[in-house]
Every structure is written in structure tokens, then in C-alpha cells.
């Protein structure tokens, strides 16, 4: 069996599961391939999956690929949108081969040289991996949180991950959103910066909620 149709049916059972979708009927209507059933037949006999009833679900192997392959996949996005500042439409199509071809120290690479995103461009988690955790800045990574970021320098900001979802808009109406040109000026007690010719100081918590690349 094909190993990339097994891998983009694990990548959609993923996807379902994240919305709390487990229905075996679900997953073959969502499906694009051909041959649904015969690739469903050859997950399980790989002992990727368990289906009971009407209910598919991930075996411990097969939810560590999918796992894998959705790091990949996001972070192949990211890496896309925020560093090669690719259109949308592109991203998904290439994002969509980098998955398969990635190996575990290269996305690891990644990763680190992204600054470990916990989303991708669209909202997403990145599942976490191991270079998240030892998270120590070796290599300078090109996108950093602005609550790291040297003062005085320009950057772009790139995304905002707010731990509040009501934060977004009000950073938006600061003109704190993706694409803003900042020049980080105080860290503490507050985080103040530029956007243009206004100054805002923020509170440091949420600068570590926003996440910039140095401008050149
Ligand atoms: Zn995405
Ligand atoms: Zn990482």
C-alpha cells in the first residue's frame, strides 16, 4: 500500500480526532482517496488503528506517526508563510510534500530555527517535540517572542498567540498584528515598543505572547 495515501489518511483521522470527530463513517466520507476501504483495511493491518462499531481510533503506533507527521506538516507551513512569505495557496500544496520527506532531526531543526511556534499559521497546535523541551537558544532562532527580543532592535511581527482570545482584537487596535514593523524599546517593568511613530507599553506577559523576526 501506498505509504503516502496511509499517510494522509492518518493526517485526516488526526484532524477529525482534534475536533472530536471518531466515527469510522465520518472518516471515509472526509476522505479523498479512491479506495478508502482498502486503505482503512491496510491501517489496520498495520496496526495503526482499532476500529469497533462505528468508531476508529489510533493505536499507540499510529497515533505516534500521525503525531510526527502533523509536527511536520505545521511546521512546514510555518516555516513557509513566516520565513519564505509564501502566498496561502502554495503553502499548503508544498507543506503538504515536506511532510513525507522531513526526518525527525531535520524537523528538530526546524523547529529550533522558528523559535519552537506552538500554532501554525492557522491556529493549529504543533505537536511538541523533543528539542521543545530542552528549549535552549543555541542557534539564534529567526522568529522570537518579543519578551526576548533585544531591545532596540526592528523586527516583523509574525503571529500572536494570546492566551485570551478577546487579547487579539485589542492588540489589533494598538496596530500590535501580524506584519507590524516594532522596535522593541524597554523590556521592564513594562514592555514598551514602537509601531510607526506611536509608542505603547504593553504588559511583559503578553509580549511573550508575541512572536517577531528581525528585520534586516
Ligand atoms: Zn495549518
Ligand atoms: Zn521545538
Not at 22 to 46: G, K, P
Not at 141 to 167: A, D, H, N, Q, W
Not at 188 to 215: G, H, R
Request: hydrophobic fraction near 40%; charge should be negative.
Amino acid at each position: 500500500m501506498d505509504k503516502e495515501r496511509i499517510d494522509e489518511a492518518l493526517e485526516l483521522l488526526w484532524l477529525l480526532h482534534e475536533e472530536d470527530h471518531h466515527s469510522l463513517n465520518r472518516f471515509r466520507l472526509s476522505s479523498e482517496d479512491n479506495d478508502v476501504d482498502a486503505i482503512t483495511l491496510a491501517m489496520r493491518a498495520e496496526g495503526l488503528v482499532v476500529i469497533h462499531e462505528d468508531t476508529i481510533q489510533f493505536t499507540d503506533k499510529g497515533f505516534a506517526l500521525a503525531r510526527g507527521l502533523i509536527r511536520r506538516l505545521r511546521l512546514a507551513e510555518r516555516l513557509f508563510t513566516d520565513v519564505f512569505e509564501m502566498p496561502d495557496d502554495t503553502v499548503i500544496t508544498d507543506a503538504c510534500k515536506m511532510e513525507h520527506i522531513l526526518s525527525e532531526e531535520l524537523t528538530d531543526s526546524v523547529c529550533t530555527f522558528l523559535g519552537h511556534p506552538p500554532t501554525c499559521p492557522h491556529g493549529k497546535p504543533i505537536p511538541r517535540g523533543e528539542c521543545c523541551k530542552k528549549y535552549k537558544v543555541e542557534v539564534e532562532p529567526v522568529v522570537t517572542r518579543l519578551s526576548e527580543f533585544e531591545v532596540g532592535s526592528k523586527g516583523r511581527i509574525v503571529f500572536i498567540v494570546p492566551k485570551e482570545s478577546s487579547r487579539l482584537s485589542k492588540l489589533n487596535s494598538l496596530g500590535i498584528t501580524a506584519g507590524s514593523i516594532v522596535r522593541l524599546l524597554q523590556r521592564s517593568p513594562s514592555c514598551v515598543l514602537q509601531i510607526d511613530e506611536t509608542t505603547i507599553a504593553i504588559d511583559p506577559e503578553i509580549a511573550k505572547e508575541i512572536y517577531v523576526k528581525k528585520a534586516m
